[in-house]
T-cell receptor, first 111, second 114 residues
Framework: KQEVTQIPAALSVPEGENLVLNCSFT??????LQWFRQDPGKGLTSLLL?????REQTSGRLNASLDKSSGRSTLYIAASQPGDSATYLC??????????FGKGITLSVRP | DTEVTQTPKHLVMGMTNKKSLKCEQH?????MYWYKQKAKKPPELMFV???????INESVPSRFSPECPNSSLLNLHLHALQPEDSALYLC?????????????FGSGTRLTVV
């Protein structure tokens, strides 16, 4: 059974800092991994989708990497801003397209 | 159109009421999903429709009844809910039933059962 772990559960950083959010998964037989952002009480916004054949995906200040062999993905946020404050979830599709989510990392960027 | 639209955004209902949540997408996606999310928890899968047929029911109580009238529309009918059913209900879609091309989520319906 696929398990997805995100540690730590919460992170607080000063504005302008570059930061890395980690995601690990137990079953490396995945064909993609998706990073989402969730603001309080809102839906999930897709940030980046990395296919298993890719090692990195970039969108603006965000860069996600995927290492299937080690069961890890990282989301790099450059020059963090208070507007980046949110919960970040990683997810992988499992059998029958069921998405397995990590518990999320709640990020707070202090002005 | 690259969105999944959910209505209503907020819903308060009594335990004897009947209400429905609606989800719509016009991306040509053929798989649609209902998720339930409690505070500070990740979303939990409830139902999957693939090519308009129910393919997964995650042992959801019968007071939740999904319906997929066509490939663009997904409904969740609610009846005789309990206060513990209060949660954020998220709809999602994907191009096909594999999730290979990723998932698009809606903004959710915040449901409060009183």
């Amino acid at each position: 059974k696929q398990e997805v772990t995100q540690i730590p559960a919460a992170l607080s950083v000063p504005e302008g800092e570059n930061l890395v959010l980690n995601c690990s998964f137990t079953d490396s037989a995945i064909y993609n991994l998706q990073w989402f952002r969730q603001d309080p009480g809102k839906g999930l916004t897709s940030l980046l989708l990395i296919q298993s054949s890719q090692r990195e995906q970039t969108s603006g200040r965000l860069n996600a990497s995927l290492d299937k062999s080690s069961g890890r993905s990282t989301l790099y946020i450059a020059a963090s801003q208070p507007g980046d404050s949110a919960t970040y979830l990683c997810a992988v599709p499992s059998v029958n397209s069921k998405l397995t989510f990590g518990k999320g990392i709640t990020l707070s960027v202090r002005p | 159109d690259t969105e999944v639209t959910q209505t209503p955004k907020h819903l308060v209902m009594g335990m004897t009421n009947k209400k429905s949540l609606k989800c719509e997408q016009h991306m040509g996606h053929r798989a649609m999903y209902w998720y339930k999310q409690k505070a500070k928890k990740p979303p939990e899968l409830m139902f999957v429709y693939s090519y308009e047929k129910l393919s997964i029911n995650e042992s959801v109580p019968s007071r939740f009844s999904p319906e997929c009238p066509n490939s663009s529309l997904l409904n969740l009918h609610l009846h005789a809910l309990q206060p513990e059913d209060s949660a954020l209900y998220l709809c999602a879609s994907s191009l096909d039933g594999t999730g290979y091309y990723g998932y698009t989520f809606g903004s959710g319906t915040r449901l409060t059962v009183v």
